[in-house]
């Protein structure tokens, strides 16, 4: 029992344990991930409003269905890589640092992306052409493996702890606008050069964009330093290699990559599981609303297409202008509430949102779509903050890519597939919205098991703060509490020694 209240007492804080963030580093680092992000859905954003006539250029023999399914297997077999990438870049991101990976992996998805839009069609050499595709699209998804989790660790390691929600929203604000400007880019060029015209040559244009976007992306990134989480943890990890001895055969196995994934596997499955549920959730909604939604109201309700990609377009839209501010209010009132509620949402909603999608016309499809955006904005808004705290910091950067990755491969990528050939096969056209349905309970239990993190520091890391005076403030809070629970240890164990009052 001693021992016990012994261990349960607080350490207060001393002023070097407290990180003060410099806000033009943080801005910096808010600006270059999230400009990764745009790079990455801009392209998913030009695949999905393309499916259609990617599916006539790569694959012409097929029915107009099976081009779709065709275009969206391509689109899903990316998906299959990036669990390859999650286990390439996060063990090497959190063992060489999420700067350099960050470059890396930026390199490869720009260069694939641009690579798209210099690819022979198939009337000109055949199969090979939609090898080629799909070649492309592996490297993609494989880069992509090593992207998301290094950016919103890279902004989570940044943040200070009651601004993470806020800053780490911004991340996936830079994915929405990406969408955003990809699907828009192609918009225009429909109505511009009209459908034969964007079969015969103008579908490459909007993969040509991809390239300068690149370069600028990889600029920034290059200017970066490394996170002051990471830091820190260099130097914690050299001097227990000082201490112990520099070639201790012990930690030099828990150093190695096999080593932290024998530790994250046995030690933080928990954590694993809780992640790949809230990313399901919110990759399963994303992608049934970004990738697969125009294609659905185009191809299967028989919408016009400029109709269809403006509506999504406009939930796009939507997204953009609220996603900072539910990562604001997930500072305020916690990541748990706000992901409950769109779980709950999801479900219920669901299909009216769908029903109100098939009316046809302009109204009542625009307002089934907002309903849809006003769910996964509460997605969106909050997971870069809430995915990175769930692992410590040694393991964080490969934690996140592993199991991010694995739910997004097996749930997230694959949801444009599977609905269209659900919608395929049985002919009903509520499919898409009992798929999420089933994503929002998946989704709810997850969040059941989640632990509040919003306001708290990192596990593995100390706290951060905007200034000096916060820094102060905090470290005089820790003692004042730090001295009560003395106090009151001292006070029970007191207690023990003189038994119970007679």
């Known amino acids: 029992m001693v021992r016990t209240l012994i261990r349960r007492r607080k350490k207060s804080f001393h002023e070097g344990d407290v990180t003060v963030t410099d806000p033009p580093k943080v801005r910096r680092a808010v600006t270059a991930a999230a400009l990764g992000n745009t790079m990455e859905w801009f392209d998913f954003g030009v695949y999905a409003y393309l499916a259609g006539t990617l599916g006539k250029v790569f694959f012409p023999a097929s029915s107009p269905g099976a081009q779709v399914v065709s275009t ?12 390859l990438g999650g286990l390439v870049f996060g063990p090497l991101g959190d063992r060489v640092g999420r700067q350099k990976v960050l470059a890396l992996t930026m390199i490869m998805m ?18 090979a052409a939609p090898l080629l595709l799909l070649v492309c699209r592996l490297v993609q998804g ?61 579908w490459r244009i909007p993969f040509f964009v991809a390239g300068p976007m690149g370069i600028i992306g990889l600029y920034m990134r290059l ?85 269809s990609q403006l509506l999504v377009l406009g939930t796009m839209l939507l997204v953009v202008l609220l996603i900072t501010t539910v990562g604001r209010t997930s500072d305020r009132w916690g990541r748990r509430p706000v992901f409950m509620a769109g779980s709950l949402a999801l479900i219920a909603l669901s299909a009216p949102a769908f029903l109100l999608i098939r009316q046809g016309g302009i109204l009542l499809p625009a307002l089934g779509c907002g309903v849809l955006g006003l769910l996964l904005v509460c997605f969106a808004g909050t997971a870069a903050s809430t995915l990175p705290a769930l692992f410590p910091t040694r393991l964080r950067y490969g934690a996140l890519s ?40 998946i989704g709810l239990a997850s969040t059941f098991f989640l632990h509040e993190t919003a306001g708290r520091p990192l596990r593995g890391s100390g706290p951060m703060v905007e200034t000096p005076e916060q820094a102060r403030e905090l470290v005089a809070r820790s003692r004042t509490a730090a001295g009560r629970q003395a106090r009151d240890v001292w006070l029970r164990v007191r207690n023990l020694w003189r038994g119970p009052p007679r």
């Open 72 to 83: 969206f297997a391509t689109f899903a077999a990316a998906f299959l890589v990036r669990p």
């Open 110 to 127: 720009a260069a694939s992306t641009f690579a798209v839009g210099f690819l022979p069609t198939y009337t000109a050499v055949g199969f």
């Open 142 to 202: 494989f880069s992509t493996g090593g992207e998301y989790a290094g950016a919103t660790t890279y902004i989570a390691e940044y943040a200070p702890d009651k601004r993470r929600g806020f800053l780490g929203s911004w991340l996936d604000f830079g994915t929405f606008v990406g969408y955003s400007l990809g699907s828009g880019l192609v918009t225009v060029l429909t109505a511009v050069l009209g459908t034969d015209g964007m079969t015969d040559w103008g």
């Open 223 to 307: 200017k970066l330093e490394e996170t002051p989480a990471f830091q820190q943890e260099e130097a914690y990890q050299a001097a227990e290699a000082r201490s112990g001895g520099e070639d201790d055969p012990v930690e030099e196995a828990r150093q190695s990559g096999k080593g932290r994934l024998k530790e994250i596997f046995t030690k933080h499955w928990e954590a694993v599981l809780i992640c790949m549920g809230l990313v399901l959730l919110y990759n399963v909604t994303n992608y049934m609303v970004t990738s697969y939604l125009p294609t659905y109201m185009s191809s299967t309700l028989g919408e016009p297409e400029t109709t």
């Open 402 to 441: 592993i199991a991010f990755n694995i739910s997004v491969s097996l749930f997230g990528g694959t949801t444009p597939l599977f609905a269209s050939g659900l919608v395929e096969a049985t002919g009903n056209e509520m499919v898409p919205a009992y798929y999420l349905m089933v994503a929002g309970v």
